[in-house]
């Protein structure tokens, strides 16, 4: 069993930076894929971006490409995303998953674990 806990969102103007931070609990967070995805309101959950168990792999949705960073330390399992250049509509409600394993990184479907969600709003 793993627990996530997202913490870092907040309010931030069209052009700002955030860093989102993922605590897990457990021994073995460094043999599980970590992603995130955002659900806006109205909205389905979209997946943002993954990064691999040795972190030596990452994918990103296009939508964050070049803005946002993934990164993991597995020393002190937790996995951030940096948000660069954030717009209105990266606002949204943010989420860190788990990955035993799978093939489809960019599919909710693939996670075994959740988080609560932490919100980032960002104004025009």
């Known amino acids: 069993q793993v627990q996530l806990v997202e913490s870092g969102g907040g309010l931030v103007q069209a052009g700002g930076s955030l860093r989102l931070s993922c605590a897990a609990s457990?021994?073995?967070?460094?043999?599980?894929?970590m992603g995130w995805f955002r659900q806006a309101p109205g909205k389905e959950r979209e997946f943002v971006a993954v990064q691999g168990w040795g972190g030596l792999w990452t994918y990103y949705a296009d939508s964050v490409k070049g803005r946002f960073l993934i990164s993991r330390d597995n020393a002190e399992n937790t996995v951030y995303l940096r948000m660069n250049s954030l717009k209105p509509e990266d606002t949204a409600v943010y989420y860190c998953?788990?990955?035993?394993?799978?093939?489809?990184?960019?599919?909710?479907?693939?996670?075994?674990?959740w988080g609560q969600g932490t919100q980032v709003t960002v104004s025009s």
């Open positions: 998953a788990a990955s035993v394993g799978g093939s489809t990184y960019s599919s909710g479907s693939n996670y075994d674990y």
């Open positions: 457990g021994r073995t967070f460094s043999s599980y894929a």
